[in-house]
């Protein structure tokens, strides 16, 4: 996942300096070289509680903004077509990843207290849902390609038969690939005496199974679904510039760039702090203290980052989207809040043809 289990973080760098300590006989006189002492890396308490604020604010701004999402696609009386198929999915891995953010919270402050148990299932459904989330960004940037690009074989093809397809794959593949997060367990944290939710690997297999971990999320949660969405919006971008449709072709590209904007703002930075991470481990890149401290920091601050994209989503693909507007007001009419006059407004202003998709 984002690793937001900073208590994790901290373990993993109690067990990295270690190769950094030395022993000597207290009776033996020496200077100690200063480049080979560990560094102690902590989170002052003040921070551990603005994190842990920050957390539940996405939890809470989260919860409200995927479930609308998910409430308003999954009472449409039509079949959904694919794109929304593809939204509904993404609202459901957002919101298992928005689930796990009080637990995180938590053990900021008062380290892990809910048992080995749910320490295992939290980072298993926080990994799912951080895979399953981009892969689904990615069907919905391949589905507006066949839409706007391949228009003629988008029609041909069973479209939504395919779409239940992929998201089938999607899950099981993120179930796949959070597998390694029943390897976490609870334990005695080597720097405090609070309790940690964290990787434990055998001695002898823990620089393999971490390396091998972190080349994962690199390739697959963010380097391949975005060789695919780069491309895909790229010649959408270029296809919809050649085609006559004023107001609704500006919106249609705007909306796209906003995805690729949004997605690299949230990601990028996080991926790069975590790749430094992984030069560093692996001995790739030689390192002195400073240079370690600083990218644990930017570790720390870039997943908070990531983890606020989780928020974002449902701006991005329903907020901004008319037929979305037309659909929730609908809704709230039918509880009596919202003049019928309103939505006819609405409704006539909404109608867009297939290149603008369901909800964009």
């Given at each position: 996942?984002?690793?937001?289990?900073?208590?994790?973080?901290?373990?993993?760098?109690?067990?990295?300096?270690d190769e950094l300590n030395y022993t000597y006989n207290n009776d033996t006189e020496f200077d100690p070289n200063p480049d080979t002492v560990a560094c102690d890396f902590s989170i002052?308490?003040?921070?551990?509680?603005?994190?842990?604020?920050?957390?539940?604010?996405?939890?809470?701004?989260?919860?409200?903004?995927?479930?609308?999402?998910?409430?308003?696609?999954?009472?449409?009386?039509?079949?959904?077509?694919?794109?929304?198929?593809?939204?509904?999915?993404?609202?459901?891995?957002?919101?298992?990843?928005?689930?796990?953010?009080?637990?995180?919270?938590?053990?900021?402050?008062?380290?892990?207290?809910?048992?080995?148990?749910?320490?295992?299932?939290?980072?298993?459904?926080?990994?799912?849902?951080?895979?399953?989330?981009?892969?689904?960004?990615?069907?919905?940037?391949?589905?507006?390609?066949?839409?706007?690009?391949?228009?003629?074989?988008?029609?041909?093809?069973?479209?939504?038969?395919?779409?239940?397809?992929?998201?089938?794959?999607?899950?099981?593949?993120?179930?796949?690939?959070?597998?390694?997060?029943?390897?976490?367990?609870?334990?005695?944290?080597?720097?405090?005496?609070?309790?940690?939710?964290?990787?434990?690997?055998?001695?002898?297999?823990?620089?393999?199974?971490?390396?091998?971990?972190?080349?994962?999320?690199?390739?697959?949660?963010?380097?391949?679904?975005?060789?695919?969405?780069?491309?895909?919006?790229?010649?959408?971008?270029?296809?919809?510039?050649?085609?006559?449709?004023?107001?609704?072709?500006?919106?249609?590209?705007?909306?796209?760039?906003?995805?690729?904007?949004?997605?690299?703002?949230?990601?990028?930075?996080?991926?790069?702090?975590?790749?430094?991470d992984t030069f560093f481990r692996a001995k790739i890149v030689p390192y002195k203290c400073p240079a370690r401290m600083a990218v644990d920091l930017a570790m720390l601050g870039t997943?908070?980052?990531?983890?606020?994209?989780?928020?974002?989503?449902?701006?991005?693909?329903?907020?901004?989207?008319?037929?979305?507007?037309?659909?929730?007001?609908?809704?709230?009419?039918?509880?009596?809040?919202?003049?019928?006059?309103?939505?006819?407004?609405?409704?006539?202003?909404?109608?867009?043809?297939?290149?603008?998709?369901?909800?964009?």
């Amino acid at each position: 996942m984002y690793e937001i289990n900073t208590s994790h973080l901290f373990e993993d760098l109690g067990s990295f300096y270690d190769e950094l300590n030395y022993t000597y006989n207290n009776d033996t006189e020496f200077d100690p070289n200063p480049d080979t002492v560990a560094c102690d890396f902590s989170i002052p308490d003040a921070g551990a509680v603005v994190i842990g604020v920050f957390y539940v604010l996405i939890f809470l701004l989260a919860i409200p903004g995927n479930l609308l999402v998910g409430l308003v696609i999954g009472l449409s009386r039509h079949p959904l077509p694919p794109s929304d198929l593809y939204l509904l999915h993404l609202a459901v891995a957002d919101l298992l990843l928005a689930v796990t953010l009080p637990f995180w919270a938590t053990s900021l402050t008062r380290g892990w207290v809910f048992g080995d148990a749910a320490c295992k299932l939290v980072t298993v459904l926080q990994e799912l849902s951080f895979y399953s989330s981009i892969l689904f960004l990615t069907c919905i940037s391949m589905d507006r390609y066949m839409v706007i690009v391949r228009a003629m074989e988008a029609r041909r093809a069973n479209r939504r038969r395919v779409s239940w397809a992929l998201c089938a794959a999607v899950w099981a593949v993120g179930a796949l690939l959070a597998t390694p997060g029943l390897l976490h367990s609870a334990q005695p944290s080597k720097t405090s005496n609070l309790t940690t939710c964290g990787e434990k690997y055998e001695q002898g297999n823990a620089d393999r199974w971490r390396l091998a971990t972190r080349m994962l999320r690199h390739t697959l949660g963010f380097l391949v679904p975005l060789a695919v969405m780069l491309p895909c919006y790229g010649v959408t971008v270029r296809r919809l510039l050649r085609v006559r449709g004023g107001f609704q072709r500006q919106r249609a590209m705007r909306v796209i760039v906003t995805v690729v904007v949004a997605f690299l703002l949230c990601w990028t930075p996080y991926h790069v702090a975590v790749m430094a991470d992984t030069f560093f481990r692996a001995k790739i890149v030689p390192y002195k203290c400073p240079a370690r401290m600083a990218v644990d920091l930017a570790m720390l601050g870039t997943q908070s980052l990531g983890l606020l994209h989780s928020c974002v989503n449902p701006v991005l693909y329903a907020f901004v989207g008319e037929k979305f507007r037309l659909r929730l007001g609908q809704i709230v009419r039918k509880t009596g809040l919202l003049g019928r006059t309103s939505v006819a407004r609405g409704s006539r202003s909404s109608m867009s043809s297939e290149i603008t998709s369901t909800v964009m």
